[in-house]
């Protein structure tokens, strides 16, 4: 799981959190990771960052630190595919931390996902990015991260002649980019159960008004 930084995650989102923004960034990890470790379907978990404030993260059975060595989210999961043939793992998962509705069912349900020795399981974002991908083996897609990445990594999966599937559903394919994101995650979350929403809850006093988020949303 690539983790940009405690601070310098979400910039899109400082105008309107400021230095709270910080605690949203903590819930959307700690969401993601506690899906993860409860799906049992990983062998370990690697986070990766350049920000050595992630490694208090990394201190539960499963859970280890990379520092990155590289700028940039394509740098620290090239980083990472080196480090999987390097250690001879089957395949490799990259999760996005920002999903903070994924359940651990999901990763489940991911895993079960066809077979073969050479394949992709590739997640959409409701915005066409990549919200996880499995490849076996690690590394066989270079990392393309950035706009219309879903397009960019399903091309390359293709062009490989990859055993590829696409695995979407409401919660894995959800990610938290904007203000407007903060309005759906609270509305999909009324009870609170994330992290996340809890957090959104502590800051709410640092967000727009409902019809600054109402504008936000219909300008997107």
């Given at each position: 799981?690539?983790?940009?930084g405690?601070?310098?995650?979400?910039?899109?989102?400082?105008?309107?959190?400021?230095?709270?923004?910080k605690?949203?960034?903590?819930?959307?990890?700690?969401?993601?990771?506690?899906?993860?470790?409860?799906?049992?379907?990983?062998?370990?978990?690697?986070?990766?960052?350049?920000?050595?404030?992630?490694?208090?993260?990394?201190?539960?059975?499963?859970v280890?630190?990379?520092?990155?060595?590289?700028?940039?989210?394509?740098?620290?999961?090239?980083?990472?595919?080196?480090?999987?043939?390097?250690?001879?793992?089957?395949?490799?998962?990259?999760?996005?931390?920002?999903?903070?509705?994924?359940?651990?069912?999901?990763?489940?349900?991911?895993?079960?996902?066809?077979?073969?020795?050479?394949?992709?399981?590739?997640?959409?974002?409701?915005?066409?990015?990549?919200?996880?991908?499995?490849?076996?083996?690690?590394?066989?897609?270079?990392?393309?991260?950035g706009r219309?990445?879903?397009?960019?990594?399903?091309?390359?999966?293709?062009?490989?002649?990859?055993?590829?599937?696409?695995?979407?559903?409401?919660?894995?394919?959800?990610?938290?980019?904007?203000?407007?994101?903060?309005?759906?995650?609270?509305?999909?979350?009324?009870?609170?159960?994330?992290?996340?929403?809890?957090?959104?809850?502590?800051?709410?006093?640092?967000?727009?008004?409902?019809?600054?988020?109402?504008?936000?949303?219909?300008?997107?």
């Amino acid at each position: 799981m690539p983790v940009k930084g405690l601070t310098e995650s979400k910039r899109r989102l400082s105008t309107y959190l400021g230095d709270k923004k910080k605690l949203l960034v903590e819930g959307l990890l700690q969401d993601v990771l506690s899906s993860m470790l409860q799906s049992e379907v990983f062998d370990q978990v690697y986070l990766i960052s350049q920000d050595e404030n992630v490694a208090s993260n990394a201190r539960v059975k499963r859970v280890n630190f990379l520092s990155q060595s590289g700028h940039g989210l394509n740098r620290a999961i090239e980083q990472a595919n080196k480090l999987a043939v390097r250690e001879k793992v089957d395949s490799l998962t990259v999760v996005l931390a920002d999903i903070p509705l994924v359940e651990p069912r999901d990763f489940e349900e991911f895993f079960r996902i066809g077979n073969g020795i050479h394949k992709a399981v590739l997640v959409p974002s409701l915005k066409n990015g990549t919200n996880v991908m499995l490849t076996r083996p690690p590394g066989i897609i270079r990392p393309s991260y950035g706009r219309w990445s879903y397009s960019k990594h399903l091309r390359q999966a293709q062009m490989l002649k990859l055993t590829t599937y696409s695995f979407s559903n409401s919660r894995i394919s959800f990610d938290v980019d904007t203000v407007a994101d903060l309005t759906e995650l609270t509305r999909r979350d009324p009870g609170k159960r994330t992290l996340s929403s809890k957090a959104i809850e502590r800051i709410s006093p640092f967000l727009p008004s409902e019809q600054a988020y109402l504008y936000l949303r219909n300008s997107e």
